[in-house]
């Protein structure tokens, strides 16, 4: 999956990236890069609001299972069962949100457990980057549910 198809699948399907004007960096086998500008996303304080870098390390994360099952052709349903963040330092702009799969084998018991039994859950990290200095840390457990449509 490219960059630009990502980015539009996200549009279309998630409308807050949209507002939010997030758009896909860079898609690799193992990782998802989204940025977004600080107008959409601004607060009081002319920082990028902790819900926007929330949502954007979330997108980030989520983007990697959806990018990985779809590129495996599992058909599946993707939703965040829990999350913690933690804010690090103000952005005053521009940011990144960077998801990794951690280990080749949480991810293969992952597809094992929702081959199986047609649930699978995996947690996945999001570093948030401004000024090429991380700014927040995202982990989010997610939960695939097989599509039987």
């Not at 989520?62 to 990018?67: A, D, R």
């Amino acid at each position: 999956m490219t960059p630009t198809e990502l980015q539009q699948y996200l549009h279309e399907n998630i409308p807050l990236s949209k507002v939010m004007e997030v758009a896909v960096v860079s898609v690799t086998e193992d990782s998802v890069v989204l940025t977004a500008p600080l107008p959409p996303n601004i607060n009081h304080q002319h920082t990028v609001f902790g819900g926007s870098a929330s949502a954007v390390a979330i997108l980030a994360a989520w983007s990697l299972v959806h990018v990985h099952l779809s590129l495996a052709g599992i058909s599946t349903g993707i939703v965040i069962q829990r999350n913690s963040m933690e804010y690090l330092r103000p952005m005053w702009g521009a940011f990144t949100a960077t998801s990794h799969i951690p280990a080749a084998e949480d991810w293969k018991r992952f597809v094992r457990m929702l081959e199986r039994r047609g649930i699978g859950r995996i947690v996945l990290p999001s570093v948030l980057q401004y000024e090429g200095e991380i700014a927040g840390a995202f982990e989010g457990e997610f939960v695939a549910t097989l599509d039987r449509s």
